[in-house]
């Protein structure tokens, strides 16, 4: 579990491919912090662990989180979002992300403002139930409210901080990102769900 809270950012050093895996490399001076089997989440994405050495650390992604997240589109020098799971009696700063992408979106605009920066985004219609006008959602891995909310696009406000302290400062207009809705919606929208189909 963690709640969309970016502690740093690391570069993708190198990639391998495995039959239908993909191993990447990290480097990271949190690499140090790290151990094998331990839960860090990568632009969003729950990924564990495999190897550790020096300030490089290996993860892998398997054919399923390939296709559902942007990690595909991965390349060398890419800078990542990294966060480490929530410790028992941590703040929640942010809110309740399970590290588990639930489709991918579309930056689709990006506007610089007197001191921050507006982001449009579209994403398939599908999971119009799950967005709904100030609340969350977590992007590549952070913790965000989002308005202007419509079937298939919605806007977020990314503060000086946020911009220099994640890979939204790098993020333009056609690139993909990682989504996550809030796990309470997807509840809600499971159980009435259920409920219409008895």
């Known amino acids: 579990?963690?709640?969309g809270i970016i502690e740093t950012t690391a570069t993708v050093a190198d990639i391998r491919h495995e039959g239908t895996n993909v191993h990447f490399t990290i480097e990271s001076p949190m690499a140090a912090e790290l151990k094998p089997d331990q839960s860090?989440?990568?632009n969003g994405v729950c990924l564990?662990?495999?190897a550790i050495t020096g300030n490089r650390y290996q993860v892998t992604a398997v054919a399923e989180t390939l296709q559902k997240t942007n990690l595909g589109?991965?390349?060398t020098g890419d800078r990542v979002n990294i966060e480490l799971a929530l410790r028992a009696g941590d703040r929640l700063d942010g809110h309740f992300v399970q590290g588990h992408v639930d489709t991918t979106g579309m930056c689709t605009d990006k506007e610089t403002l007197a001191g921050s920066w507006l982001f449009r985004f579209s994403y398939p219609r599908p999971f119009a139930p799950l967005v709904i006008e100030k609340g969350s959602?977590?992007?590549n891995g952070v913790?965000?409210?989002v308005f202007d909310v419509g079937f298939d696009h919605f806007t977020v406000t990314i503060i000086p901080y946020t911009y220099e302290h994640t890979n939204f400062g790098q993020l333009q207009a056609g690139d993909k990102v990682n989504l996550e809705f809030d796990v309470l919606g997807k509840y809600s929208l499971r159980m009435m769900?259920?409920?219409?189909?008895?």
């Open 1 to 3: 579990m963690f709640t």
């Open 40 to 42: 860090v989440a990568h």
């Open 48 to 50: 564990t662990v495999t």
């Open 73 to 75: 589109n991965w390349q």
């Open 137 to 139: 959602i977590c992007i």
């Open 143 to 145: 913790s965000l409210t």
């Open 193 to 198: 769900q259920v409920k219409e189909a008895q």
